[in-house]
């Protein structure tokens, strides 16, 4: 054979090798190598995972309880302060119970940072049962009204003087606390914009 | 040894011995090919187990991603929740007026006639009584009860303080005073007594049927 035949076939078999290398391992080792690096760091960021399921769990049973409190165990604070409303029944409540010398009288606003307390006094004049009966509905209401002071007085207070009559009415002072949140409706304005945004 | 002898004519040996050559390079092309070839696929399979493990741990890492945003949703909701129950039980009181109406109604002996009831929150136990209006905003720890009665005898009064002393909502009852009294030819007694009720404890009604 002839020196520059064994030549050609010489770097022939050497560019085949180059190009073999080039093309087929040296990208397939890097792969390896950077799929190497990759699942370490995987590996270390799976190994400071919780215990993620169990967490949720528990976390989904603690939101259960307290949303069970939230939506059963107390009274709502409307966004609304609706206190014409609230007269208006209070009156046909008092009107159905057959409370007499009756007034109803609302103060100035009281800013209480995350709610808000319009204050309500209510007089009335009728039996103590009556009385028992309004103090029962004002606290039975879908709206938490707090009586912040109560006074139940017979108007005859003194044993001589409740001898000589035979009235049984009370006089009752109710001071209210009637609470609402003005906040409550921006803040589930903005909830529900998230939710409809994506 | 006897000596081996070509035969072969110049000319077909050098043809043969090409032909060697040829078919030796042949062979080292072919080698180096298979080697070639052999090590890609062995480095490919190696490449795909290890995407195959990458992709799981991803897998796992996206998992506890996705759960640590879950989580946090309901650290929120749970925030949520709670600051309203929270706001509730500052704002609203731990027991009804209507239920310290109700208990009070319950042992007022029947020859005893209340003529004032007043109920009136404290900031602080045993704090002195203003007249002032009290405030929304106040965080209060006592509801003070006035009761004011007219009771045939000391006796009665005093069943009647009994029977306060006997229920847990009511505390620190003080008897004000005790004083005589007359209705027309009889005699009778006046009083004023007060009590307190704990605001910062929270209350559960037991049905006297499950007491034992």
Redesign the interface.
């Known amino acids: ?1 002839k020196e520059p035949m ?1 030549l050609w ?1 010489a770097v ?2 050497v560019v ?2 180059a190009l ?2 080039l093309a ?2 040296m990208p ?2 890097n ?2 190598k950077r ?2 690096v ?2 370490t760091s ?2 270390d ?2 190994s400071h ?2 215990n ?2 169990a ?2 769990e528990r ?2 049973t ?2 259960e309880e ?2 069970q ?2 939506e059963h ?3 709502d ?1 409307p966004y609304e302060n609706d206190m014409a409303g609230l007269i208006r029944d209070l009156t046909s409540q008092l009107d159905q119970l057959g409370m007499t010398e009756r007034s109803i009288t609302t103060g100035k606003t ?1 800013d ?1 940072k ?2 808000l ?1 319009a ?1 309500m006094s209510v007089t009335m004049k009728g039996s103590f049962l009556g009385v ?1 009966a309004v ?2 509905w004002l ?1 039975s209401l879908p709206r ?1 009204v ?9 108007p005859h ?4 003087e ?2 000589s009559t035979n009235d049984n009415q009370v006089e009752a002072e109710l ?1 209210l ?1 009637v ?1 609402y949140d003005a906040g409550r409706l921006e803040a589930m304005e903005i909830e529900a914009a998230s939710k409809e945004s994506p | 040894m006897i000596p081996l002898i070509d035969l072969t004519p110049e000319s077909c040996r050098r043809r043969l ?2 032909r060697r ?2 078919q030796m ?1 042949i062979s ?2 072919t080698v ?2 298979t080697i ?2 052999t ?2 696929a062995v ?2 399979m ?2 795909q187990r ?2 195959r ?2 992709d799981y ?2 897998s ?2 996206q ?2 991603a996705d ?2 945003r ?2 946090v949703k ?2 929120h ?2 925030d949520h ?5 929270a ?3 500052r ?3 731990p027991v ?3 239920e310290v ?2 208990l009070i ?1 319950d042992e007022t002996p029947t020859n005893i ?9 404290r900031a602080r136990s045993g704090q002195t009584q203003r007249r002032r ?5 106040i965080d209060y720890a006592v509801m003070y009860v006035e009761i ?1 009665g ?1 009771a045939p005898g000391d006796m009665d009064v005093a069943s009647f303080v009994s029977g306060l002393q006997d229920r847990p909502l009511f505390s620190s009852i003080v008897v004000d005073y005790v004083r005589k ?4 030819e009889y005699s ?1 007694r ?1 009083f004023g007594l007060t009590c307190e009720i704990n605001l910062k404890t929270r209350y559960v009604r037991v049905d006297e049927e499950e007491t034992p």
Request: hydrophobic fraction near 50%; glycine fraction near 8%.
């Open positions: 054979m064994r076939f022939g078999l085949i090798v073999g290398m087929g391992v397939r080792i792969g390896v799929l190497n990759e699942a995987l590996a960021r799976a995972a919780d993620g399921a967490e949720l976390l989904l603690n939101l307290v949303k409190t939230a165990g107390i009274v604070i009281d209480l995350d709610t307390s204050p028992v103090i029962d606290e938490l707090r009586i912040l002071r109560l006074t139940i007085n017979a207070r003194t044993a001589e409740r001898l001071l606390n609470f | 011995g090409r050559q040829i390079w080292v092309y180096a090919i070639l070839v090590v890609t480095i490919s190696t490449q290890r995407q493990n990458v741990l991803m796992q890492v998992l506890d759960q640590q879950q989580a309901l650290h909701d749970i929740y709670s600051t309203v129950v706001r509730y039980q704002l609203a009181w009804t007026i209507g109406i109700s109604g006639t209340l003529t004032s009831i007043s109920v009136t929150p209006q009290p405030a929304a905003g004011a007219i009294a007359k209705m027309g009778a006046e």
